[in-house]
């Protein structure tokens, strides 16, 4: 199915505003995989994309609100696949495949800037802190929820033990492909922890 073919066309200023987050993030981008996290500042990131300070704070609070904006902005997934599924199965097999997704946007965004946006210090990262989670977790969260209302699923612990669980398996996998320049099997790795837990889980 093409969600685009449902979507209205943006208007003048919204598709400009859409450009401007998007230089703005480019710029966060080259920042990240040049220098690192330590060189991010908002001062460097405006510099670098060309804009005011106004600007930025115009689309995002803080440079971490911003960093969480790839997570937010990365294609998403058809919503028809995350339906309610008929059994268990299926519904192991819709999360592994959201995580799939986020792992060919990773290869897209490079190891570099994987490499320096999982770091402690990006607060964006924090769920305890964040108002929302961002994108993948929340749709995996609502997932579960819609898949336990219809009784599809009964889950062996908490729904938020299980998020926090599939949270941490995520990183790690992305911790390990960047521990290794890139050189692992991401995909790999990503579906067989997925499943292995996803096995004992429900």
Request: charged letters at 25%.
């Amino acid at each position: 199915m093409d969600q685009s073919a449902n979507k209205k066309p943006l208007s003048r200023q919204q598709q400009k505003s859409k450009e401007t987050k998007a230089k703005i993030f480019s710029a966060a981008k080259n920042i990240l995989q040049k220098d690192g996290y330590e060189a991010l500042s908002i001062k460097n990131i405006c510099e670098e994309a060309g804009v005011s300070n106004g600007s930025f704070y115009h689309h995002f609070k803080t440079k971490d609100d911003l960093l969480s904006y790839y997570i937010e902005e990365q294609p998403s997934i058809n919503p028809d696949f995350l339906d309610v599924p008929a059994t268990s199965t299926e519904a192991k097999e819709a999360i592994v495949y959201v995580y799939l997704n986020y792992v060919h946007y990773c290869h897209e965004l490079g190891v570099e800037f994987l490499a320096n946006y999982y770091t402690p210090k990006n607060q964006s990262l924090n769920p305890l802190i964040r108002t929302e989670r961002p994108y993948p977790i929340i749709t995996v969260q609502n997932y579960i929820e819609k898949c336990i209302d219809a009784g599809i699923l009964k889950l062996s612990c908490s729904l938020e033990q299980f998020t926090t669980d599939i949270r941490m398996i995520v990183i790690g996998n992305v911790f390990e492909w960047c521990l290794k320049g890139g050189d692992a099997d991401f995909e790999g790795n990503m579906r067989r922890s997925l499943e292995t837990y996803l096995n004992g889980a429900f």
